[in-house]
């Protein structure tokens, strides 16, 4: 069973942000060298009722490993890494005034955050792992640019604010982001003041049944919910919902 959704996953994490001091917006990542993040994932199927039918749990870890690495030629990127077990993967970022860009991957990282499933294997789902959404189809080889890079947040994080990214334009495949409100969450961590980010994935216009909220403070990314259904064959409707919550920061 596998749930194809918004990439990368792979689940992801941002490090220390800022905030302007008169509004409490968030206007800036500030990504921090040697920090790490560990996570504790929670994934269940859910009957037609939500009610869950299986559920299983495990843990990650996300660390910045450098703050002016260089992919396609492209330098003064973020590097961090997504660790699950022995299984390890990167995500590269760049960061302007205006926004935080999702510029290239490893295409491992859909099984280095990837939950598991009933049957004991992993859903190699890009969207368990990273800030980003859908992984195109293509996504082959050492390392996947995005061309053009996506849109992670739109500085200042303002409720209301909303944008499009076209995976594949020629194909369809695109994915919304908005900016729904700013709400306190507390976790095994401790408690954050977070901006809410909200994403849904079409495909020529029609809604493929996945949605993603990211909960972000200035810390980083706090917790990450995943609403998936779809239909793997007519008639048969599977629904199942993902948590990713932070559980330790290391500075």
Do not use: K
């Amino acid at each position: 069973m596998r749930f194809a959704a918004f990439a990368l996953f792979t689940c992801l994490v941002l490090a220390a942000c800022d905030t302007a001091a008169d509004d409490g917006l968030l206007r800036r990542v500030n990504f921090e060298a040697g920090s790490a993040f560990r996570y504790e994932r929670t994934f269940a199927e859910l009957d037609s009722d939500g009610t869950p039918t299986f559920v299983s749990r495990d843990t990650f870890e996300v660390r910045i490993a450098g703050e002016n690495a260089t992919v396609g030629g492209l330098g003064g990127l973020v590097e961090w890494v997504v660790r699950r077990d022995t299984t390890e993967a990167s995500v590269w970022y760049r960061q302007s005034s205006r926004a935080l860009e999702e510029i290239a991957y490893e295409p491992s990282l859909a099984l280095a955050n990837a939950p598991v499933l009933r049957s004991g294997g992993l859903a190699a789902s890009p969207s368990a792992a990273g800030l980003g959404w859908m992984a195109p189809p293509e996504a082959t080889g050492d390392i996947v640019l995005r061309e053009p890079p996506r849109v992670v947040v739109r500085y200042p994080a303002e409720v209301g604010d909303s944008w499009t990214h076209w995976e594949r334009e020629e194909d369809g495949w695109s994915s919304t982001r908005e900016v729904t409100g700013y709400h306190d969450v507390a976790t095994p961590a401790g408690t954050f003041r977070c901006v809410v980010l909200r994403s849904r994935n079409f495909a020529n216009g029609e809604d493929m049944g996945l949605e993603m909220t990211d909960y972000v403070s200035e810390r980083g990314l706090i917790r990450r919910v995943i609403s998936y259904e779809f239909e793997p064959e007519p008639g048969q409707t599977h629904r199942a919902r993902e948590q990713h919550e932070l559980i330790a920061l290391e500075d």
